[in-house]
């Protein structure tokens, strides 16, 4: 018998109830994976959609992995309960080292599919998933000499998941740019920054060649005759509108190409603002593995650099 067409989406920890208040349909709820009736919708909060979800009959744990295995080769589990035996099933499974990254290694091509238990015997199984990652979540070597805050890992999530980034000597604008993660990362691709910030970057970061710092209110930097920059940074602290509002002068005045902005969200407030940050031309908008109560809006023009 035919199944019913459904859709999973498989929320960060802490942001269920921001993933299920955008989907559309009937809803099931379990633990962090919300499945919604139809096809795939666009979820800003979902860390990993599951595309094809379809469920199957298992009568053993035997079974159970080899119903995974002959769909395909390589599949996390998600648990959200009957965790020794979805951990059984799992552990005969081919093993997914899904190592961290080395910033900029390309990322996994591999399909990973994810899979959980809704009942002992019932698998929900989905071998096209949004993300080539395990739950959506990217881990990376981190640095542990150079980079002020862990902010950092924010642009190198950006870069790795839309493949690109700043090139050798674009001109960039990091606006709130204290303690200078940010900074830090454009520094180290060979960008040239302007750094703008009420309060003053490590002082490591004031010393980085190439880097300029201006003290001050980053939405003071406004298009004029002389501005223009291959990418505007923002991870400024402010009502969503606000910053709404200065990346569309930004935009109207054609006078920079590229775009990556955190919208930052305190308590259920604001959130009006998405669908306004959604229509903005070339427009990504994602929850970060690194974001927390924040999306990240990304516009890049097609001509950019890789």
């Not at 035919?2 to 921001?18: D, H, M, S, W």
């Not at 962090?32 to 979902?46: D, E, F, H, K, M």
């Not at 881990?139 to 050798?168: D, H, I, T």
């Given at each position: 018998?035919?199944?019913?067409?459904?859709?999973?989406?498989?929320?960060?920890?802490?942001?269920?109830?921001?993933?299920?208040a955008?989907?559309?349909?009937?809803?099931?709820?379990?633990?962090?994976?919300?499945?919604?009736?139809?096809?795939?919708?666009?979820?800003?909060?979902?860390?990993?959609?599951?595309?094809?979800?379809?469920?199957?009959?298992?009568?053993?744990?035997?079974?159970?992995?080899?119903?995974?295995?002959?769909?395909?080769?390589?599949?996390?589990?998600?648990?959200?309960?009957?965790?020794?035996?979805?951990?059984?099933?799992?552990?005969?499974?081919?093993?997914?080292?899904?190592?961290?990254?080395?910033?900029?290694?390309?990322?996994?091509?591999?399909?990973?599919?994810?899979?959980?238990l809704?009942a002992?015997?019932?698998?929900?199984a989905?071998?096209?998933?949004?993300?080539?990652?395990?739950?959506?979540?990217?881990?990376?070597?981190?640095?542990?000499?150079?980079?002020?805050?862990?902010?950092?890992?924010?642009?190198?999530?950006?870069?790795?998941?839309?493949?690109?980034?700043?090139?050798?000597?674009?001109?960039?604008?990091?606006?709130?740019?204290?303690?200078?993660?940010?900074?830090?990362?454009?520094?180290?691709?060979?960008?040239?920054?302007?750094?703008?910030?009420?309060?003053?970057?490590?002082?490591?970061?004031?010393?980085?060649?190439?880097?300029?710092?201006?003290?001050?209110?980053?939405?003071?930097?406004?298009?004029?005759?002389d501005?223009?920059?291959?990418?505007?940074?923002?991870?400024?602290?402010?009502?969503?509108?606000?910053?709404?509002?200065?990346?569309?002068?930004?935009?109207?005045?054609?006078?920079?190409?590229?775009f990556?902005?955190?919208?930052?969200?305190?308590?259920?407030?604001?959130?009006?603002?998405?669908?306004?940050?959604?229509?903005?031309?070339?427009?990504?908008?994602?929850?970060?593995?690194?974001?927390?109560?924040?999306?990240?809006?990304?516009?890049?023009?097609?001509?950019?650099?890789?």
């Open positions: 018998m035919q199944q019913t067409q459904i859709t999973a989406y498989l929320a960060p920890k802490g942001f269920v109830n921001q993933a299920a955008e989907l559309k349909g009937e809803q099931a709820v379990h633990g962090r994976l919300v499945i919604a009736s139809g096809p795939p919708q666009t979820s800003y909060w979902a860390q990993n959609t599951w595309l094809e979800p379809r469920t199957l009959r298992i009568r053993s744990i035997t079974d159970g992995a080899k119903a995974l295995r002959a769909i395909q080769r390589n599949w996390i589990m998600y648990s959200f309960r009957w965790h020794r035996r979805s951990t059984l099933i799992q552990e005969k499974l081919p093993y997914v080292s899904a190592r961290p990254l080395r910033f900029p290694e390309p990322v996994p091509q591999s399909p990973l599919g994810s899979w959980t809704l002992p015997d019932l698998v929900l989905s071998a096209r998933c949004s993300s080539a990652f395990p739950h959506g979540e990217v881990r990376f070597v981190e640095s542990k000499q150079g980079p002020p805050c862990r902010a950092y890992l924010k642009l190198w999530e950006v870069f790795s998941r839309m493949q690109k980034m700043p090139a050798q000597g674009d001109v960039c604008l990091d606006a709130g740019a204290s303690p200078g993660g940010w900074t830090w990362v454009l520094y180290q691709l060979g960008a040239s920054v302007l750094a703008v910030d009420r309060a003053d970057p490590a002082p490591e970061i004031m010393r980085l060649p190439g880097v300029t710092f201006r003290k001050g209110n980053a939405f003071s930097i406004l298009p004029d005759q501005s223009r920059f291959d990418w505007i940074f923002c991870d400024v602290a402010c009502y969503p509108e606000k910053l709404l509002e200065w990346v569309s002068i930004w935009l109207n005045s054609g006078k920079c190409r590229n990556v902005c955190t919208v930052k969200f305190q308590g259920n407030s604001h959130y009006g603002v998405i669908k306004k940050f959604a229509a903005l031309p070339h427009t990504a908008f994602l929850h970060l593995s690194h974001n927390k109560h924040e999306l990240t809006w990304i516009s890049l023009n097609v001509s950019s650099h890789n």
